[in-house]
């Protein structure tokens, strides 16, 4: 059950993820997820990964959002990720979401076979409204797990973290204001990011980021999150106090992904 004041955006992607996922608990059982979890190398460390003097970028494998369409659905995610691992990115964000960023599950395994050797953590970006969930994210590979603080409550934030933590994982917890911030600090978030796109209006702006950033606790971990696309933009946000960034878009939609990447550090 999702928040009543979620933004609308919200409630229609996991309404329809929910029928996905009550087919995919009959095609992979509880108990065949944890006999994978049983199978599967220790998580690496996320938050150690984002840590550091210089920008730490997350790149992201992303085919398409609801506010833009669709960039490229021919794209190979290991392959992509691959790129980000070879040009200084600190993490691989893998949207998994099927109806709205045209991913899978499979992404995410994909990526983390990619990439593990290399020491590189993968986050699986996903809407995360059930248990499950979070135990098939570990199954599949990830290392971190998104967890989004206009969807979920702070009984299901905390329940969430615990879980993930049970399962050696971390949580990168998104807020878009400073009610949401409140809140993912109450619940014990040590890495949140901040959303610079407005999931009712779909506008995007940086000053989220250097309104927020300032408020965040020390020894919290910042991500700055959307609408990042160069060099400029990188040090907007590093002067707001954050360290570290997602970006997405603007590396899939770059004529050449490892350039752009570079190009950010």
């Known amino acids: 059950m999702i928040n ?3 933004p609308d955006i919200l409630k ?11 087919a995919r608990k009959r095609e992979l059982p509880r108990r ?18 984002l840590m550091g003097d210089s920008i730490r970028v997350i790149a992201e494998v992303k085919r398409g959002s609801p506010s833009k369409g669709i960039f490229s659905k021919d794209i190979k995610a290991s392959e992509l990720a691959a790129v980000y691992a070879e040009n200084g990115a600190a993490a691989v964000s893998v949207l998994t979401n ?8 499979e992404d995410l395994l994909e990526v983390h076979n990619e990439v593990y050797q290399s020491g590189v953590p993968v986050l699986r970006k996903e809407f995360i409204f059930d248990p499950y969930q979070i135990y098939e994210a570990r199954a599949y590979g990830a290392d971190a797990i998104l967890l989004i603080v206009s969807m979920l409550d702070k009984d299901q ?6 879980i993930a933590t049970s399962l050696w994982m971390q949580c990168l917890v998104e807020v878009h204001d400073e009610k949401e911030l409140e809140l993912a600090v109450e619940s014990g978030a040590e890495i949140i990011g901040i959303n610079n796109r407005d999931l009712r209006t779909f506008n995007t702006t940086l000053e989220t980021t250097e309104i927020l950033a300032p408020k965040v606790p020390l020894g919290k971990i910042s991500v700055s999150e959307s609408g990042i696309s160069d060099k400029a933009d990188i040090e907007r946000v590093m002067k707001a106090g954050v360290g570290a ?12 992904p490892a350039i752009a990447l570079r190009n950010l550090l």
């Open 32 to 49: 065949e997820v944890e006999s994978l979890i049983s199978s599967r190398e220790r998580p690496l460390n996320f938050s150690g990964c």
């Open 157 to 162: 934030l905390i329940d969430f973290t615990n």
């Open 4 to 6: 009543s004041d979620t």
């Open 245 to 256: 960034v997602l970006v997405g878009e603007s590396l899939v939609t770059a004529d050449d």
């Open 98 to 105: 099927e109806d709205h960023f045209y991913g899978s599950i």
């Open 12 to 22: 229609k992607i996991v309404q329809i993820k929910q029928e996905r996922l009550k």
